[in-house]
Structure formats: structure tokens, C-alpha cells
């Protein structure tokens, strides 16, 4: 019982870290790369993702100069490869401990 715990609240922790950093990068760009916001269609609520990943809006996000925009995207990158990681561990374990049990 205690490792499902401790397990729900790392795999907490790190989801939120995602969110907070995914949040910072966009909030990032709107602010300091305003004509790159513009560009994108200044999208709102929950269309903000989709713009972000398309092709047209990753070409026009890989021209961005700003090093604080630069630095929160590479914190993005990084968080939301570290949850999926953890989430592919985890399911790896539990997949390895149900065949042998």
C-alpha cells in the first residue's frame, strides 16, 4: 500500500511539474515573442496545445530568438520527457512483477 503511495505521488508531482512548465513556456511566448503569438492565430484555452505541436506552428516556434523562450522550451521538453519515462518504468515494473507473480 505504501508504494502505490509513494508511486501516485511521484507520478503527481512530476504531472505537475509538466503542466507548470508547459504553462511557462506558453506564457513565455505569448508574452515575449508577441509577433510569433500573433503568427500562431493567438490562440485560447485549449486550442493553445494543438497550435503548438502542428507543423505550421512548430516551424514558426523554431525561429524564436528569445533565450528565455528558448530555455522554457527546453524545460518543457525536458519535464514532459521525464513523466513519460517515469509512466513507461512504472508500466514496464508492474508489467514484469504480474508475469512473475
Known amino acids: 500500500m505504501m508504494l502505490t503511495i509513494i508511486l501516485l505521488l511521484i507520478w503527481l508531482a512530476l504531472g505537475l511539474r509538466s503542466g507548470l512548465a508547459e504553462y511557462r513556456y506558453y506564457q513565455s511566448v505569448r508574452t515575449l515573442e508577441p509577433q510569433i503569438w500573433e503568427k500562431l492565430g493567438s490562440p485560447?484555452?485549449?486550442?493553445?496545445?494543438?497550435?503548438f505541436v502542428s507543423p505550421k506552428g512548430?516551424?514558426?516556434?523554431?525561429?524564436i530568438s528569445n533565450e528565455t523562450v528558448r530555455r522554457h522550451?527546453?524545460?518543457?521538453?525536458?519535464?514532459?520527457?521525464?513523466?513519460?519515462?517515469?509512466?513507461?518504468?512504472v508500466l514496464l515494473l508492474?508489467?514484469?512483477?504480474?508475469?512473475t507473480a
Open 44 to 51: 485560447k484555452y485549449l486550442k493553445i496545445p494543438m497550435v
Open 58 to 63: 512548430a516551424k514558426l516556434l523554431q525561429t
Open 73 to 89: 522550451a527546453l524545460q518543457h521538453r525536458q519535464a514532459g520527457a521525464q513523466f513519460l519515462a517515469y509512466v513507461v518504468v
Open 94 to 99: 508492474a508489467i514484469a512483477y504480474f508475469k
